[in-house]
């Protein structure tokens, strides 16, 4: 019987006795973010700059963009001056009612604004913002955009919501058409694929990196140092699953900036790879 008590005694303060926890699984190491063909191209124009000596002139191409937008409101938004019929200015055009040149003057209005905005683009895409605040990079990145809205809506629904000489029905047909021309302009001027100057420098020093060494590393999900060789002796018992082989700058991205001794002495005595210049950047 006092055995019986003992058993149910030593039962019931297992129970209360709080369960051990599992221990917890080491995180795998997140994925480095590839660059984005944008980046990419990028990278590559600027060390071309940099080969040659001669710098694309993206300057002119951003003069060029605000000349082009600047007509673009002309083509749009032209008044009549003094007693000169000039054939510009659609909202001009609508409110006398000559819709040929109406229309003429939309086209031209959308061409110069799409074509304001390649130049735009063409030139992020070799000189891309340097600055590292998220509004600057959306307004410089996306000023396209932001002119195709201006232009097309922002000064066009002013104008008619405040000319006296439209009725109420054609102010509302010029509105939906103010809103398709921007909705169509803005769709072919935005950047689908920005770029920061971050993000080029990025590529360039992987790009070096890898020109230095071609074959990149090999490292596993749960140590802490880097292989030159996959054969390696401390990689024996690793499985393929948790061998990671990438870029010299992706193994220092995930925290493994030592090389491993065995690497290190196989290297130095083939004399393949200097071992002082593999290390990561301070």
């Not at 297992?14 to 590839?34: I, L, R």
Request: contains cysteine; aromatic residues 8%; neutral net charge.
């Amino acid at each position: 019987m006092e055995e019986e008590k003992k058993a149910t005694a030593a039962k019931a303060e297992e129970k209360k006795a709080p369960a051990k926890k599992a221990p917890a699984k080491k995180a795998e190491p997140a994925e480095a973010k590839k660059p984005s063909a944008a980046a990419l191209k990028a990278a590559l124009a600027q060390m071309e700059e940099q080969e040659t000596g001669k710098k694309k002139n993206t300057v002119l191409w951003r003069v060029l963009a605000f000349v082009m937008w600047a007509l673009a409101i002309v083509a749009m938004y032209l008044p009549q001056i003094g007693d000169w019929e000039l054939p510009f200015g659609a909202m001009r055009m609508l409110v006398l009612k000559n819709y040929t040149a109406m229309i003429i003057d939309l086209v031209v209005a959308v061409a110069l604004c799409i074509g304001a905005a390649l130049l735009w683009k063409k030139a992020n895409h070799i000189h891309p913002v340097k600055s590292h605040n998220k509004i600057v990079q959306f307004i410089w990145n996306q000023l396209g955009l932001i002119m195709a809205f201006l232009i097309f809506f922002v000064i066009g629904l002013a104008l008619i919501l405040k000319n006296d000489k439209l009725d109420q029905k054609t102010k509302r047909i010029a509105i939906a058409a103010l809103a398709v021309l921007t909705l169509l302009v803005g769709g072919a001027s935005a950047d689908y694929h920005p770029v920061t100057q971050d993000e080029v420098d990025k590529v360039t020093q992987e790009f070096n990196i890898d020109i230095q060494d071609p074959d990149g590393c090999f490292w596993t999900t749960y140590g802490r140092k880097y292989h030159l060789y996959d054969d390696c002796q401390a990689l024996s018992n690793t499985s393929a699953e948790n061998l990671h082989h990438t870029s010299l700058n992706e193994a220092w991205e995930n925290n493994r900036g030592e090389l491993c001794s065995f690497c290190a002495k196989r290297a130095s005595d083939s004399g393949a790879t200097d071992t002082t210049a593999i290390t990561p950047a301070e």
